[in-house]
């Protein structure tokens, strides 16, 4: 494979982040009368952009669905947050493609100051050139538009000038995002790089195959593996 640019989601495939964000679901929708005791019925909601997702599963109309983002924020910029855990064996993965020299990149649908808090709290920050998320404001929350702005954010910082066409096609090509839903590889398609569906997320059966996932794995190791095959950076016994 041997691709420089590593663009990695937050939800489901660095962190298990289910309790904080579920629980924060649970209290915005009790906001607004409905009763969910079963937090594993509200794991749908992690990945794709919250608005979206009220209405979705909830039927909520656009103004209830934001006034529930707000409820959910609430609980969640003090409390969900850090009900949050890195998952296992992902601190050997970034170690390993740091050492072999991948620049690595966060692109998630998560607000950028939530993500970049999980980055700080965890100690990650260190392993991640950039760090993409979406506005509060509801703008950039599609996983093709934080894909795009980390490539303009890799650019500035590589001193390339104009990100003109070709230096973007170059950069796409060096690129593979990894991720646990199906948004993230239509984001990647949409965006016109690879992607790698995990499935030690949060993806429904068949989720990933339906998407179309371009290479799946089923552990860290795998996927650790796998973004390293035929890299002459990396020593083998």
């Known amino acids: 494979m041997n691709k420089k640019y590593i663009l990695f989601d937050l939800d489901g495939t660095l962190t298990d982040t289910a309790e904080g964000i579920t629980k924060s679901v649970q209290?915005?929708?009790?906001?607004?009368?409905?009763?969910?005791?079963?937090?594993d019925n509200l794991t749908c909601y992690i990945g794709p952009p919250l608005d979206e997702s009220f209405q979705k599963f909830h039927g909520m109309t656009k103004e209830q669905a934001w006034e529930a983002v707000e409820?959910?924020?609430?609980?969640?910029?003090?409390?969900?947050?850090y009900e949050t855990s890195v998952i296992d064996g992902m601190i050997f993965v970034l170690e390993t493609l740091k050492a072999a020299g991948k620049?690595?990149?966060?692109?998630?649908?998560?607000?950028e100051p939530f993500a970049l808090k999980i980055l700080e709290h965890f100690n990650l920050s260190k392993y991640f050139t950039v760090a993409c998320g979406s506005n509060l404001d509801g703008t950039r929350k599609y996983k093709n538009e934080i894909?795009?702005?980390?490539?303009?954010?890799?650019?500035?910082?590589?001193?390339?000038?104009?990100?003109?066409e070709a230096v973007l096609d170059e950069m796409k090509a060096d690129s593979i995002m990894v991720g646990d839903r199906k948004d993230d590889i239509y984001g990647a398609h949409n965006a016109d790089i690879e992607a790698v569906g995990v499935r030690f997320g949060y993806a429904a059966d068949g989720e990933l195959e339906e998407a179309g996932a371009d290479y799946i794995v089923n552990t860290v190791?795998?996927?650790?593996?796998?973004?390293?095959?035929?890299?002459?950076?990396?020593?083998?016994?």
């Open 71 to 81: 409820k959910y924020r609430e609980r969640y910029k003090d409390t969900g947050i």
């Open 103 to 111: 620049t690595l990149a966060l692109a998630t649908c998560k607000p």
């Open 27 to 39: 209290y915005a929708l009790e906001a607004q009368g409905i009763k969910e005791e079963n937090l």
């Open 221 to 237: 190791f795998e996927l650790t593996a796998l973004l390293l095959m035929d890299d002459d950076s990396v020593l083998c016994d």
């Open 147 to 164: 894909i795009e702005e980390v490539f303009a954010r890799l650019n500035r910082l590589e001193g390339n000038g104009e990100l003109t």
